[in-house]
């Protein structure tokens, strides 16, 4: 459960709301812009307000709509997103703090990023001229084609994307599919330390030597869970409920000397763990599965 | 315009000397130059459509992006790459020669030893492309170019894609007429890095042969001229082949056996056959791939692969460069 395969689930997501807020966030973090849309200008004086809403371009949607229509008409799907965020985190850092921009600066930023995307990921992506379209008579093709051209120089070309920087881009995503991946193989684990507990209950004790391994492997893979979870916070041991249950299943059980005397030279895992796992039962299948 | 913006330093186009036209196309123009601060000889590939009308080229922006992130003794080197007002240039290491002029010297005699050290190198550049997930898609002996030092260099990657999600569908109008995999003749829209296998193979033959293996007419001939040569696919040999979009009312021809393929291939030895025939199986899943091919017994038996600097050269009066040949005609990812 790496980093590298919860980003291949989400990549095979389809584009959810989420991710498009994240995306107007993210857009909006690459720049300040000189004045924000209509609801804020209530409180300004008539004469002003006049000269900000005149300065507001024609065919004017928020980011978000802007967005959205983007992602409707081009049909883009998790992948190129993806990259295009990386592309928005790498605009972020070059463009100083205190730069800013005018109305339709964000815009530009977000579909020169989304063009540059499509472009060097899909076999079939749209020209800038179908782009422009997309756009509902907000920039023009020459305006496209701009934005493209000073996107890439603003990158100075630097247009390969590592690894490393879609983990950083996407890690609230990750970080929650690493979460609910982590439950169900709980749950799993539960589920057939259980139906083993069941299946062994009056047959007598198995092999010490393979029931060695096996804890073996399990204790090695929850340390690793423990360091993969580190950003996330989320570990094996943070989820007292699961070891009550497992306590509740198999704690119970005295037929415990020999596991747990070679646990304890095995594992630094806290002994609660220890103690469920080293009980009597063949876990090799619960093993296998984790590792 | 005054002096001080007319700055050398910041100018990328001032590092170099653009001397000498060698090749033109629709789509773009090569030059030879020269970097002025290492004297260094260099290519300048100048995409004439780069900048305009519909914004960045694709082929340019992936050739930038794959070049930028394969660096190995066998995949071209991108020096640099800058835009001047309307065009885009690469500036690409300088390879005077590549593997299509050589086999059409017909002056120029191939050792087996120096076909096993092109192959070699062909497929040292290929695996670092595939570990990388990446698919040239446009294998032929005219992309493989030949730096003065004999080093074999893959290039021209503006139809290459990084292979990621499996949903996604791949164009299958890829890879020039000759050298196509049999599942994108048939219109595949998934496929791997099989096809570039299978190109390796059909370039394998043609250096042996001093002639191309499977020059199809055009796209149904094509389809014709490979299953005569290598046997129709069935679904016995490749399950489901007859789903894929273009598989219809195809002649059956029986696969050649292993004295025919002996005859054809006269001076390939027993080894050099195995592995062109598991490179170029119809079924691009019994294909082998670029670590296998690498470690085949092909590669260890002997003759060893001639030393680089030993292999056959082109005459120095008749330099050739990266793109001289495919420039002439823009190949489209649809």
Sequence with gaps: MSDKEALKIFSRKPVSDDMIEFLVATTNSTIQVKSSSAPTYSKVDGSRMDVMVTSVPRGYVSLTTFIKNLIKHSNVQTPTLMATLVYLNKVRNILPANAVGMETTRHRIFLASLILAAKSLNDSSPLNKHWTAYTDGLLSNQEVNLAERELISLLKWDINIKERELLVALQPFLSVIKDQLLAKLQRETMEKANYYRMSHMSSSSSNPTSRSSSINSLASYSSQLSLSNSLSSHSLRSQPSCHDLYNNGVGNSKRTPLGSKSLNTISKQPIRVKRSLSSDFNLAEAGQILV | ?334
Excluded at chain 2, 159 to 184: C, H, I, Q
Excluded at chain 2, 264 to 274: C, E, N, S, V
Aim: charged fraction near 25%; proline fraction near 6%.
């Design chain 2, 1 to 334: 315009m005054t002096e001080a913006e007319t700055d050398t330093e910041n100018v990328p186009q001032s590092k170099y000397t653009k001397d000498k036209k060698v090749g033109e196309g629709t789509y773009a123009v090569v030059y030879l130059g020269v970097q002025k601060h290492t004297k260094r000889k260099i290519a300048i590939k100048e995409i004439k459509t780069g900048l305009f009308k519909d914004g960045l080229d694709m082929s340019a922006l992936r050739e930038v992006k794959y070049l930028q992130e394969l660096r190995h003794p066998n995949v071209i080197e991108l020096v640099d790459v800058f835009g001047t007002s309307n065009n885009l240039n690469l500036v690409l290491e300088f390879l005077p020669c590549d593997l299509e002029v050589l086999i059409k010297s017909k002056d120029i005699m191939f050792l087996a030893a120096d076909i096993k050290s092109w192959l070699l190198m062909t497929f040292r550049g290929l695996h670092h492309c595939h570990r990388m997930s990446i698919l040239h898609r446009d294998l032929k002996p005219n992309n493989l170019l030949l730096a003065p030092d004999g080093q074999l260099k893959i290039a021209d990657f503006g139809l290459a894609r990084g292979l990621g999600n499996l949903n996604e569908d791949l164009s299958s109008n890829v890879v020039t007429r000759w050298y196509r995999a049999p599942e994108l003749l048939f219109g595949a829209k998934h496929y791997t890095a099989a096809i570039d296998i299978w190109s390796v193979g059909i370039i394998f033959a043609e250096l042996m042969l001093r002639i191309p293996y499977l020059p199809g007419k055009d796209d149904v001939d094509q389809l014709d001229v490979t299953f005569k040569a290598l046997g129709t696919p069935t679904e016995q040999i490749w399950p489901n082949v007859s789903n894929l979009p273009l598989y219809n009312s195809l002649r059956v021809y029986p696969p050649p056996s292993r004295q025919e393929l002996r005859n054809r291939f006269i001076a390939a030895t027993d080894k050099a056959l195995d592995l062109m025939i598991s490179m170029t199986q119809l079924d691009p899943s019994r294909r082998c791939n670029t670590s296998q091919a690498l470690l085949h017994e092909y590669f260890t038996e002997l003759p060893s692969p001639t030393d680089p600097k030993n292999l056959p050269k082109n005459k120095p009066n008749e330099p050739t460069v990266e793109s001289n040949g495919n420039t002439t005609k823009r190949r489209k990812v649809e």
